[in-house]
């Protein structure tokens, strides 16, 4: 299929492999910053294409795996009162909380809706009047403005009992983070193309300067990847610390215009909570006060409904999130922690780097280029 097999072309991808080992002359590390990238490499083999001298950092791209345990204890909070109709994202209901999760709270009668547009809890909302429609609005600026969309709309058609719990996260400070952490072994990274589809590749610019680390924009194929990863390992190899994009099939400098306006309109810049990064400044999007009636967290004080938290203390997921860890380093990887039954997130979604790893690296290996 044009546009999909010949980003998956096996004689490419080996002659990518080889001009990768030709011109590596150390040992380097590069960070993968989306989940939808991770689980491309571990699909399809292209860490063991790579020769020895090369490991790839999985970092903390993966929205449901970074969203804090604090966040998901109230949307389970809010799930479980009275009239209500909580949405979400398939993969969030599965996730972890302190006590339980949300398919629990399903289970026993909540009424929870899995939906894959926001826009349709604004249809639930206008057929249950009587009822508070609640949407979990997680994601990197990808899923961000839909969101925004949804708000705006609710706002221009007087939807009253429609709000968000949001918990929207933004990758550029995540990436400095790691790159201010005493820890920090990331030498490049592949940006996450689909993010700077929506906002462009600007804002990476600063970083680039700032801590002299070359940033490729990639895209999530596996000859996309590889090229990614050559032009990376290309400028390591010269000393050269610059933006490129890869991904220039879609992606722009400006990025979508359109998109980052209705952004705008409904979110500003916030300090965001992360899952193993701990709070990180300017790094999340919160509800502006001009829809601040939207805002769940408002609407409910659910801050004062969740519990203490107490994540599972065998579960390193914060160490695989910041790329200090690989899943199988994890002591309960494969047993304790399966799909059907996860302890952390990075298990439970489909962009998490243990799901990836559980799925494709538990079975023998077999060549898929």
């Known amino acids: 299929m044009k546009f999909v097999d010949e980003y998956r072309d096996g004689k490419l991808a080996q002659d990518y492999a080889k001009a990768i080992a030709s011109i590596t002359t150390k040992p380097w590390k590069i960070m993968e910053i989306c989940g939808g990238q991770t689980h491309s490499i571990v699909k399809y083999g292209i860490d063991e294409l790579l020769p020895s001298e090369i490991t790839l950092i999985h970092g903390p791209g993966c929205p449901v795996c970074v969203t804090d345990i604090n966040i998901i204890d109230q949307a389970i909070a809010l799930a479980s009162l009275p009239n209500i109709i909580f949405c979400s994202f398939g993969d969030m209901l599965r996730v972890p909380g302190s006590e339980k999760d949300l398919l629990s709270v399903k289970a026993t009668g909540g009424d929870i809706r899995i939906i894959y547009n926001p826009l349709d809890c604004l249809k639930i909302a206008q057929q249950n009047p009587t009822k508070q429609v609640i949407f979990f609005a997680v994601g990197f600026e990808t899923t961000a403005p839909i969101t925004a969309m949804a708000v705006y709309q609710a706002h221009q058609q007087n939807i009253n009992n429609f709000s968000l719990l949001v918990s929207h996260v933004l990758v550029p400070p995540a990436m400095e983070a790691l790159l201010s952490s005493p820890n920090c072994q990331v030498q490049g990274f592949l940006a996450a193309g689909h993010v700077c589809t929506v906002m462009g590749y600007t804002e990476y610019e ?52 359109t998109a980052k306006t209705i952004i705008q309109e409904v979110f ?91 799925r494709y690296r538990q079975q023998t290996k077999i060549p898929v280029l």
């Open 268 to 358: 500003e810049i916030v300090p965001r909570e992360w899952r193993g990064l701990g709070k990180i400044p300017q790094s999340g999007l919160g509800i502006k006060q001009k829809y601040i009636n939207f805002d769940a967290q408002k609407r409910f004080n659910s801050q004062q409904l969740i519990p203490v938290s107490s994540p599972c203390q065998d579960c390193i997921s914060g160490e695989i999130l910041q790329g200090i860890k690989k899943p199988q380093e994890c002591p309960v990887f494969g047993t304790r922690c399966t799909p059907e039954h996860p302890l952390g997130a990075p298990m439970v979604s489909s962009e998490g780097a243990c799901a990836a790893y559980y």
């Open 206 to 257: 600063p970083i680039v300067d700032k801590y002299n680390i070359p940033i490729v924009v990639t895209g999530f194929e596996p000859i996309d990847i590889l090229q990614g990863i050559y032009l990376c390992i290309q400028q390591l190899e010269k000393g050269e610390y610059k933006l490129e994009n890869q991904y220039n099939r879609s992606v722009r400098p400006e990025g979508n215009e």
